[in-house]
Every structure is written in structure tokens, then in C-alpha cells.
């Protein structure tokens, strides 16, 4: 098996964050709302992250089939939010 | 606030199921939401628990799948444009249908699942001497790919049947929003069985699609206000699960993950028809 990569990526800085802030509210001190609202914007908005990360990397590979693809997955993931936003009992 | 009790309850089972998320490929809410019920919560303050633990579990994983060669992320765009707008279309057409037909329905697609790759032996992607992984991953405009196995031989693979599989992932994608999961016990399936990918680059790619699904659904709960301080325990077992699964599936061999994978098809199958 080829030697695993170790070195500390910024996902790798994400989970520490949300691993930390994740036992903050855990103990009901003083402004874990604020954390747990941060908490929720983290996993909510890495995927996107992640996606416009793969984009740019097909972007300068030319792929441009991929980002197009990418794009309208952005577009489909916004608007399933919007979907089940509108469907939510006393939206 | 949540007793200790609980505290360690919900840190435990998000830990144990997005360990087995992470190996076998399933988001594991279809596991953890109906174990909480059981336990006494209510299905509207678990869900959010699950998708919770399951973007955790997919943020851990994903961390680890994009220093390797498993994900296949061409692959997982691809076929989750078609899940997120049959997802979409489920909670659409979720209205109209009698939820317990539904959960039947899922049930036996997750056995059905379960016994198509339990029963299969032998695999189909096998090391090519003298492959090179520069010649055939990560390749512009291309599905096909290839993948390092637990001795570091270089396995390529070809993406069949991608108009069907397209198809499929709509379907599982429908079924996903019919039923608030986020879809990785039929994702898996079918990207090992009907798009002949191998079963744990299979497994990695949807642990990537159902990170998507999964903050696409807790930004819906967010936005309903039924996000509270108990996602936290899930967010942490689902992290440490989701982080160990990763790091061990690589190492073992596909024909076990494909078991492991069976095993659990066929518990979340159970679980589903039997529980009320």
C-alpha cells in the first residue's frame, strides 16, 4: 500500500474546529448558540466549498464538461433547498 | 441541556454508524434516526440528528478519500445532479403517497440490495501489471478511472451503463426525499452493481454525494428552526466515526467491504419494514 498523506489539510482544520466547538455546546456555557449556529454554517457550507475547490481544478485541467456539471449541481443543491423550504409545514 | 447519559448515548451510536457509513458507504441516518426513536425521541427532533452526523461523518471521511485515490469525483457529480433533483421531486411528490408505502418499498430495495452483492463472489476490477496511476486517474472529460487496493497495485475501472445508472440514482434520489434519508444505502448499490465501479471507490464517491445531500437537508432543518444543541453529540460521533471508518477502509479487502456492506443493507432493510 503506497504511505498514506499526513499532512494537515484545511479539512483536516475544519474537523478539529467543528470537533471543538461541537463539545463548547456540549457544555451549555455562556454563547454556545452563537457556536452552534456556526456549527451548522460549517456543515452546511463545506460541500460547497469542496465543490468549488474541484472546480477550479478542472477548470485549469480544461475540463469543461465537469465544471459545467459542477455548476448545475450548485444550481440543483440551491434548489432543492428552496423545494423543501416552500413544501415545510407553515412555510 | 442533555443528561451525560444521553450525551455519551448519541456520541456512541453516531460514532458506530458513521464508522460503518464510512466503510460500507451508507450515510447511516436510515440507521441512527430509527435506533433514536426507539429510544424514545421523536422522528421530527432525530432527523436532525441524522443529517447532522451524517455531513460530520461525510466532512471526516471526504478529508481522508481526497488524499487517496478512492472518490471519484467526476463520478459523484455526475450522478449526484440526478439525486439531488429526484431528491427534489420526492419531497414533491411525498404529499401524495402514503408514507408506510414508501418505508416498505425501501425496505425491500435495501434487502433486495443486500443479497445481490452479499451472494456475488469474486470481482470484477483486477490489478494490471505494469498500470500506472498517472495514465488512468483523475483523467479530463473522463468517468473511467482508477484506484490503489490495500497492496498498493493499480487497479483501473470503466464506468458501465451510465445513462441507467443516471436513471437509478434519480430513483434513489426520489426515494431519498420521500423519506428524508440521504440515499447512500441505494447509492452504493448501484454504483457498485449496475455501474460495475468498485465497491469501495463506490463506497468513497458516496460518502462525497451524501455530504451534499446531507447540508442540503440541515439547511432545511435550519431554516425550519428544528436545529438544536443536540446535534452537537452527533456532530462529534460522527466526526471520530466517520474520520476512524476512513482510515481503516482502504486497508482491508474488498470482498469484506462488500460484506460489511450486505450486512448492514440488510439490517437498515429489517429496521425500516419492522420498525412502526
Known amino acids: ?91 | 441541556m442533555l443528561e451525560l447519559g444521553d450525551l455519551v448515548a448519541i456520541i456512541a451510536l453516531s460514532g458506530a454508524t458513521a464508522m460503518l457509513g464510512a466503510i460500507g458507504g451508507i450515510g447511516g441516518a436510515v440507521i441512527l434516526v430509527p435506533v433514536l426513536v426507539l429510544l424514545g425521541w421523536s422522528p421530527l427532533d432525530a432527523a436532525p440528528l441524522g443529517m447532522a452526523m451524517v455531513a460530520a461523518s461525510a466532512l471526516a471521511a471526504t478529508v481522508v478519500h481526497t488524499r487517496g485515490t478512492l472518490a471519484n469525483h467526476r463520478l459523484g457529480v455526475t450522478m449526484e445532479i440526478a439525486a439531488s433533483l429526484g431528491a427534489a421531486a420526492g419531497a414533491l411528490v411525498s404529499i401524495l403517497i402514503a408514507p408506510r408505502a414508501l418505508v416498505v418499498v425501501l425496505g425491500v430495495a435495501a434487502i433486495v440490495s443486500a443479497l445481490v452483492g452479499g451472494t456475488r463472489t469474486g470481482q470484477r476490477n483486477l490489478p494490471v501489471d505494469g498500470a500506472r496511476m498517472t495514465d488512468h486517474h483523475d483523467q479530463r472529460g473522463r468517468l473511467d478511472s482508477a484506484y490503489s487496493d490495500e497492496k498498493g497495485r493499480v487497479i483501473p475501472y470503466r464506468v458501465h451503463r451510465v445513462p441507467l445508472g443516471v436513471a437509478l440514482m434519480g430513483l434513489a434520489g426520489t426515494i431519498a426525499g420521500m423519506t428524508g434519508s440521504s440515499g447512500g444505502y441505494i447509492k452504493t448499490p448501484v454504483m457498485s452493481e449496475v455501474l460495475h465501479v468498485p465497491v469501495k471507490v463506490a463506497a468513497a464517491t458516496t460518502v462525497f454525494m451524501v455530504g451534499i445531500t446531507a447540508s442540503v437537508s440541515l439547511a432545511v432543518y435550519a431554516l425550519q428552526g428544528r436545529v438544536t444543541a443536540a446535534i452537537a453529540p452527533a456532530i462529534l460521533g460522527g466526526l471520530l466515526g466517520g474520520r476512524f471508518g476512513a482510515r481503516v477502509q482502504p486497508r482491508l479487502p474488498a470482498p469484506l467491504v462488500r460484506r460489511v456492506l450486505s450486512v448492514a443493507l440488510f439490517a437498515i432493510g429489517l429496521i425500516v419494514v419492522v420498525s412502526p
Open chain 1, 1 to 91: 500500500m503506497t504511505a498514506p498523506d499526513r499532512r494537515f489539510s484545511a479539512g483536516d482544520l475544519v474537523a478539529v474546529v467543528l470537533g471543538v466547538g461541537s463539545i463548547v455546546v456540549m457544555t451549555g456555557t455562556t454563547g454556545s448558540n452563537v457556536v452552534l449556529a456556526a456549527l451548522v454554517v460549517v456543515l452546511v457550507a463545506w460541500p460547497a466549498a469542496l465543490l468549488a475547490m474541484l472546480m477550479w481544478r478542472w477548470i485549469r485541467q480544461g475540463d469543461r464538461r465537469f465544471v459545467a456539471a459542477t455548476t448545475v449541481l450548485f444550481i440543483v443543491a440551491i434548489g432543492a433547498v428552496l423545494v423543501s423550504r416552500w413544501l415545510a409545514p407553515g412555510s
